[in-house]
């Protein structure tokens, strides 16, 4: 009956190919017996906006829509591919094969990245990607699964979705092994079969700290409670992976280094900093040097990004690596040049926020329209993209918005705001920002004053309250200046206490002359030194 109904699954899948000869329809089937067949289908369809649609059913009759960029699915599928190949990897396949074995996996590819929408469709739905280990922990668990299913890995990846089931023979040993020893046959052990299933499991995730440790295993597509705990057990064993690599590096040589972490080296990295990129790309050690690493460096020093910066972009987001230049990096580029960043500044952006060209172009233009809405030129807006990059990795509607609301409550114009310093926005309204205003309130300034402030000083909430403001108002009480002074240059907040406001007072005051605190900070060394003097001769001069 079981092998009757795959079949029957089968031919719909292949009916159902026929039928959409436009349409990419990816359909994950579970069974489940004897109550119920279940189809969970993720079908999508190219939109007249070139993005992909992706519509989710669940079998009960509801369906869910999210629109996924082109660029996300293809970033999508590139980690995929590169995360089924670290499974064939683990599985024993030499790097040929294995490289091989994924040149035909278009279709389980195709499937797995269907998984992920489906998995995760509510962080689709509000436009929030998923990370690299987020991918990796959610696809591992359920190819595993699929393994345990299907058998032989090699079949699984090349025929998918026709892959034959494991035959009776291997239901009958996994039978065996549920079976308790008391019930068998005498001399009928569970142990030599146990030890070669435990081998088999560790052989999975070659990692030694699993070997015992217990598996997971899920039963296929799901929506709520399965996904979820096949997902957290995949990532527990998984997690031992990064811990595993560390270790080589901290107990290994440098010639028992893998040639990628080799190369890390040759630019300057210690290795500490590249056991951080482990952690945070566990899979960087299987991505390919020639065809990923090495074209990703040389074409950030082609940008102009100093060889001494390339540690730092590759430690905040080494998941670059994994991003095809041709297809995802260079086309995002172009975009964003579409949309006003400077292309002079690509060295400068990109180490001010090496994430920027992981985003889809979906979200980018829901930040462009969101400035757009503020009264921002495309000119401004370009300039913003360029001078905080970072700005793209906000959600409109969680962070930016409720923050123009806050400073339009005050009475501010938000538009001059970012124009004049972007920065603002990315600060917490009540971590940072009601503090600020908290404090001025509290030194006597009115919310008039204190907008006459920003204005005039647009950074001024980007000043940390305890290690800024507070000591600067401190001594600004000791000079004998007016408050009001505060309002009329409220620069005064940018200058370093120790290095500029306190030696220019303290040679003020010695020298018994009057000077404001906007003569006495904005002027250059010298045009102050220069002031000094003529003041001091004046002084003399009518006395």
Known sequence: MLMEMKALCASRLSDFSSLFRGTLCITGTRLSFPEKLIFCQAKLVLTPCCDIKATFSSGNGSFNSIVVPPTLLAAEKEEAKSVLSLFLKKQGLSKVVAAKTITKSDLLIDHLVSRLHSVHKSRYLVGRELT?????????????????????????????????????????????????????????????VKEKAAASVSQSFSAPLDSKKPKVVSNGPSEKTPATSVSQSGSALDSKKPKSVSRMIEIGTVGDL???????????????????????????????????????????????????????????????????????????????????????????????????????????????????????????????????????????????????????????????????????????????????????????YSVEEIRTMISRYAALYTCSLTENLIPKWEFFLTMGYEKSELVKFPQYFSYSLEQRIRPRYVLVKESGVKMLPTQMLSLSGCDFEKVLKMKILKMVTTT
């Not at 699964?145 to 025929?159: F, K, P, Q, R, Y």
């Not at 089931?165 to 239901?171: G, N, R």
């Not at 495309?378 to 930016?400: A, C, D, M, Q």
């Not at 926005?425 to 404090?439: M, Y």
């Open 132 to 192: 690299t280990l987020e991918i990796r922990d959610t696809l591992i668990p359920y190819i595993d699964s699929l393994l345990v299913e299907h058998g032989n890995v090699v079949n699984l990846v090349e025929n998918f979705p026709n892959t034959p089931v494991k035959d009776k023979s291997a239901a009958s040993v996994s039978q065996h092994l549920s079976t308790p020893d008391s019930k068998k046959p005498k001399g009928v052990s569970n142990a030599p």
């Open 258 to 444: 893998r040639p990628q972490f080799l190369y890390l080296l040759e630019l300057g990295m210690d290795l500490e900093q590249i056991k951080v990129i482990t952690r945070r790309c566990p899979d960087f050690g299987y991505c390919s040097l020639e065809g990923k690493i090495k074209p990703l460096v040389e074409f950030l020093l082609d940008l102009g990004v100093p060889k001494s910066d390339i540690p730092k972009i590759l430690i905040q987001r080494p998941s670059l690596c994994s991003v095809s230049l041709s297809e995802n990096l260079i086309p995002t580029m172009m975009f964003l040049e579409d949309l006003g960043v400077d292309k002079d500044q690509w060295a400068k952006v990109i180490y001010r926020f090496p994430g920027l060209l992981t985003h889809s172009r979906q979200k980018f233009q829901a930040i462009v329209d969101f400035l757009y809405e503020l009264g921002l030129s495309s000119e401004s807006i370009g300039k913003i993209l360029t001078r905080w990059p970072k700005i793209v990795g906000y959600s409109v509607e969680e962070n930016l918005r409720p923050t123009v609301e806050y400073f339009r409550s005050l009475g501010v114009d938000v538009s001059i705001l970012l124009r004049k310093s972007p920065l603002t926005l990315g600060h917490s309204i009540e971590g940072n920002l009601k503090p600020v205003t908290d404090f001025f309130l509290a030194k006597g």
